[in-house]
Nanobody, 124 residues
Framework: QVRLVESGGGSVQAGGSLRLSCVASTVLGGRYCMGWFRQAPGKEREGVATIDSTGTISYADSVKGRFTISKDNARQSLYLQMNSLEPEDTAKYYC??????????????????WGQGTQVTVSS
């Protein structure tokens, strides 16, 4: 059982920045895939970014060049630096981890574990 706890959400104006953090309750072993997905009211879940146990990173096209995912193994933590935020980024953001064979962004929130989420609201 892995517990993931997110923090760092808030309200910002368009063009602003936020940094999300996620702490895992235990050290993740094996070939894991960690990442962030988001969900806005009335919209489908959307994978945002992934980083696997080797450090390989991928991003959704909608956030490339604006968001940066990183992890600190010593702190069992995952981060998402979000710059140039747009109103379309408004959603609840979830930290997730899974151990499927491939680290695919669309699998975040489908299997494995995820947290309770943190709200990000971007106003125009």
């Amino acid at each position: 059982q892995v517990r993931l706890v997110e923090s760092g959400g808030g309200s910002v104006q368009a063009g602003g920045s936020l940094r999300l953090s996620c702490v895992a309750s235990t050290v993740l072993g094996g070939r894991y895939c960690m990442g962030w997905f988001r969900q806005a009211p009335g919209k489908e879940r959307e994978g945002v970014a992934t980083i696997d146990s080797t450090g390989t990173i991928s991003y959704a096209d909608s956030v490339k060049g604006r968001f940066t995912i990183s992890k600190d193994n010593a702190r069992q933590s995952l981060y998402l630096q979000m710059n140039s935020l747009e109103p379309e980024d408004t959603a609840k953001y979830y930290c997730a981890a899974h151990w499927r064979a491939l680290c695919q962004i669309q699998d975040l929130g489908v299997s494995g574990y995820w947290g309770q989420g943190t709200q990000v609201t971007v106003s125009s």
